[in-house]
């Protein structure tokens, strides 16, 4: 834009503002400084986007060091690094400095305190309780350490072999991630990896062995797993990826801890002011239990009946025996009616 005054009151331009011509042609833009009075009808303000600039390195990314010759990264490049590799949804969590599953060493360059990702953990807490703690134990880490989060849903899928090399298109397989077994999913490359369980919808009768042979891969290779629960979906029998062998192995090999509230909201009584009830959209609404499972109805025995009862006997149920008998043909040893 040549121009850095609004083209209508000369004003230092913040924006521009644009006009589709008739026809859906090219698009009329001009300096505008975001004051309703300069927009005209059928014209719309767009802001200019102002992005930051780190002030040590001016935007550069790097520092350049005089004495070995050599650039380091700024700390504005680290953090778009890590940003990258943990993921917006880590990356965007709380900033926390204290948390029971790590600890800060007092001065830099030490170990520290506490790093409890090097156990095998059964948590129970909401995830995104789960993720400020999570930031603060991968951050320090740096982006060379790898690690792995996956759902018991998608180790039911590689289990089966939906996700193997064999099971992609020919023309897609090879610009694909492809997970041939589940040691391809959570072998010994990552020396972390967290399991959210509850995110299968149906019941599948491979998930609770899946799960159990992916936690069984990670313990020969000697390798820190933490297994989330959440309390929506506790680990009980009402899991669709619980099994009693399943629960033994967790309660044998993970410790379990409690983060923060370990417990669903529990749904609020509708309130009725003067005979009145509140049916807004904002009333609560209880939420219903599930129903119990039906028991299996018994198998009938067939029932035998004996041709030679009597007729209205309780042995025979009231079946008479045919008199009729088919005709023998001739030829069979007997003459037959002419």
């Known amino acids: 834009m040549a121009e850095s005054v609004c083209s209508t009151c000369r004003k230092p331009a913040t924006g521009i503002r ?58 504005c ?18 900033t926390i400095f204290s948390s029971p599953l790590y600890e800060l060493p ?56 939906a996700e193997s090399y064999s099971q992609r298109s020919k023309s897609k397989r090879d610009d694909m991630v492809t997970y041939n077994t589940l040691s391809d999913l959570v072998g010994t490359e990552y020396p972390f990896v967290i399991i959210r369980l509850g995110h299968l919808g149906h019941k599948n009768v491979a998930a609770a062995g899946a799960v159990k042979e992916a936690l069984m891969i990670r313990d ?57 009830e509140d049916v807004s959209v904002t009333a609560p609404v209880p939420r219903q239990p599930r129903p119990a499972a039906k028991a299996p109805e018994p198998e009938l025995e067939p029932t035998v009946i004996d041709d030679n009862a009597a007729i209205g006997s309780s042995s025979s149920g009231g079946y008479r025996r045919p008199k009729w008998k088919p005709k023998k043909r001739r030829g069979d040893g007997e003459e037959g009616p002419l």
Not at 27 to 40: F, S, V
Not at 224 to 251: C, H, K, Q, R, V
């Open 220 to 276: 020969v290779a000697q390798k820190p797993t933490w297994i989330i629960e959440e309390p929506g979906a506790p680990f009980d029998p009402s899991n669709f990826a619980y099994s009693d062998d399943l629960a033994e192995y967790m309660d044998r090999n993970f410790k379990t801890v409690t983060l923060g509230a370990n417990r669903a909201p529990e749904p609020q009584e509708e309130e009725v002011v003067g005979g009145v």
């Open 106 to 161: 007092e001065t830099r360059g030490e170990p520290p305190k506490l790093d409890r990702t090097t156990e095998n953990l059964h948590l129970k807490c909401n995830w995104s309780d789960l993720l400020p703690h999570l930031k603060l134990c991968l951050w320090t880490k740096g982006i060379f350490f790898n690690f792995r989060v996956v759902t018991d849903e998608k180790i039911k899928t590689v289990f089966v072999g």
């Open 18 to 75: 644009e006009r589709s011509t008739v026809g859906g042609g090219r698009a009329d833009k001009e300096p505008a400084c975001g004051n309703p009075a300069c927009t005209p009808e059928g014209w719309n303000y767009y802001p200019k986007i102002v992005q930051r600039v780190c002030p040590t390195c001016n935007g550069a990314g790097y520092l350049y060091n005089e004495e070995t010759y050599t650039r380091e990264p700024c700390n």
């Open 77 to 94: 490049k680290i953090a778009e690094y890590m940003f990258k590799h943990l993921g917006a949804e880590i990356a965007k969590a709380e």
